[in-house]
């Protein structure tokens, strides 16, 4: 029986979300961001992530999920700092293609023309063109033998944002153009084109 057939169904649910496999896309869209890390090889790496995201907001914190068998993963578990770099939905093509090819193999900088800009507070720049980005200091690993992502942990030093995509009043993505709106992927192929915020209020 294949797994497909092997789902159990509630009405119009799909309830066996073991056998969903897929399960955490529940929880997508997410903004798809990409870390950037010190590399011995290539100076810096990029790697898109679509698990960064913040876990405390007053003394700031954000986790980065990343599975072991990522060039990545080996870089962080030696780096003492990364950058989170967050790029308009216009780069979502980049941001799928650095996702297709590993550090291990190939200089990601050089393979696709990216420029890095100076970083304000740690020692690992972002990525040129970029509408925001975060610049941490790792922490912490959370490793588990059963998990297929380890959690690096980053105090965030800065956090900084383009003042034509974020609205500075309301502290929100102004979603005002594709430029102004953060990569954010479904899963799969799929981004997603976020619309301007309706407020409910
Ligand atoms: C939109 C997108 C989001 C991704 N999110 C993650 C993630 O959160 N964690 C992870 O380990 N891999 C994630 N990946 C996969 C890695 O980016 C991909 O395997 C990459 O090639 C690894 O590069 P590296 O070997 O140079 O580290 C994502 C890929 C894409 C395209």
Redesign the pocket.
Known sequence: MSKELSFQYRGDYIVNLHQLRRWYRLFHPMV?SVIVVPDPKNQY?L??????YPISAREPYIA????PE????SLLKKASEFTVSILPSTESRL??E???????DVN?LDRFHLELEEPLSNSVPHIKGSIAWVEAKLEEIIERPNWD?ALFIGRVLIAAASKLAFDEAELIWKLDSPEHTPAS?LGGDFFVKLVQGEKVR
């Open positions: 798809a790496n790697m898109p992530a679509v698990w960064a980065v999920g990343v599975a990522r060039y990545t993963f941001i799928r650095l996702g297709d090819v590993s550090g291990k990601k992502h992927w």
